[in-house]
């Protein structure tokens, strides 16, 4: 997707690790957030960010952590992940959502074993 | 806890008709709703976007919003094989904590057969 990419695509990783997930914007938009996504339970809000330095949590923040040191990167760690944590995790950015939406990152396919 | 709620589906239609997709949400403050396009192993991709009661038509697309009745749909005419996909709900809130933050529904899959 074109000026918001994620990595790492996939990855496999052991219960009890820590993950870290990338999320690297071009568009200079304010906000970026983080949500995963399951059968069943659709898209969830993790954490969000507002600015630099300036996070919240969503409705399924539990396990999880954000920082976002500068406008253009929004990192989601997994202190030490689960298996209730194997997911689809998408990023998202916007500068007016209510009037634009967002738009979407590649997602990354996180399983942990 | 604000809830956005999509026909449960998956809906079926021949290649041609119309599809209907609707979306009921639960927060009477709500100001902004647009549904998603997602095709499968991809993201979500913004396909319609409305804010006043009524219809809003882009090509074969169109929304229609009834914030009396807390109802949104996007009818798809002349539907292809290609508009087979799962289509998300969202919407978005002016007011306090929740400014700025979409709320998804599950999503309604569609498949449009020849």
């Known amino acids: 997707d074109a000026g918001i990419t994620q990595s790492p695509r996939h990855k496999v990783t052991e219960t009890g690790t820590p993950v870290t997930l990338r999320c690297h914007q071009t568009?200079?938009?304010?906000?970026m957030y983080w949500y995963r996504q399951d059968p069943g339970h659709g898209l969830r809000l993790i954490h969000y960010s507002y600015g630099v330095k300036d996070t919240d949590k969503g409705e399924v923040s539990d396990g999880y952590s954000v920082s976002r040191s500068k406008t253009e990167d929004f990192l989601l760690t997994l202190e030490s992940a689960t298996s209730s944590q194997t997911s689809v995790y998408f990023c998202?950015?916007?500068?007016?959502?209510?009037?634009?939406?967002?738009?979407f990152g590649s997602g990354t396919r996180l399983t942990v074993v | 806890q604000k809830e956005v709620e999509q026909n449960s589906g998956p809906l079926s239609v021949p290649e041609g008709a119309i599809a209907s997709l609707n979306c009921t949400y639960s927060d009477r403050g709500s100001q902004s709703f647009f549904w998603y396009r997602q095709y499968s192993g991809k993201s979500p991709e913004l396909i319609m976007s409305?804010?006043?009661?009524g219809d809003k038509e882009d090509g074969r697309f169109t929304a229609q919003l009834n914030k009396a009745s807390q109802y949104v749909s996007l009818l798809i005419r002349d539907s292809q094989p290609s508009d087979s996909a799962t289509y998300l709900c969202a919407v978005g809130y002016a007011g306090g904590t929740s400014y700025g933050k979409l709320t998804f529904g599950q999503g309604t899959i569609l498949t449009v057969h020849p």
């Open positions: 409305i804010y006043s009661n």
């Open positions: 998202a950015i916007s500068e007016y959502s209510l009037r634009y939406g967002y738009t």
């Open positions: 568009e200079n938009h304010r906000y």
